[in-house]
C-alpha cells in the first residue's frame, strides 16, 4: 500500500523508487495499491499518467482509508502479502537495499 498524492514533492520523488520495486517484483506476486490523499481528481489523474503507473490506483479525498491506517505523513509505504501486515511503514527507497530486497524476495 503506497498512500501519496500528487503535490507531495517526495511522494512523487519516491514514485519512480515504488515503481521500480513494482517491476523487479511483480512477476513474483509482488503488487502495490496507491492510495492518493487528492482532494483534485484531475491533479491525481494527472500524476498516475505523468509517473506511468501501472498498478491499481485509488483515491481517498476524505482521508477515510489513511485515517483507519493511521497515516499522519505521505509518503507513506507498507509492503505487505495476504493481509500480513510487515510491523511497520517504510520508505519505498529503503525496498532497494538489499537488507530488504532479501525480506520481499522471502516474503514473495
Known sequence: MDFWASWCGPC???NPVVKAAYEQFHELGFDVIGISVDQDEAAWLQ????DQLPWTQVRDAENKVSED?????IPSNFPTKTAR???KACAARIWQQNS???????DL
Request: aromatic content about 22%; glycine content about 0%; overall charge negative.
Open 69 to 73: 491506517y493511521l497515516i499522519y505523513y
Open 47 to 50: 500524476a498516475v499518467e505523468e
Open 12 to 14: 512523487r520523488h519516491e
Open 85 to 87: 501486515w510487515w510491523p
Open 100 to 106: 530488504q530486497n532479501s525480506l520481499i524476495n522471502n
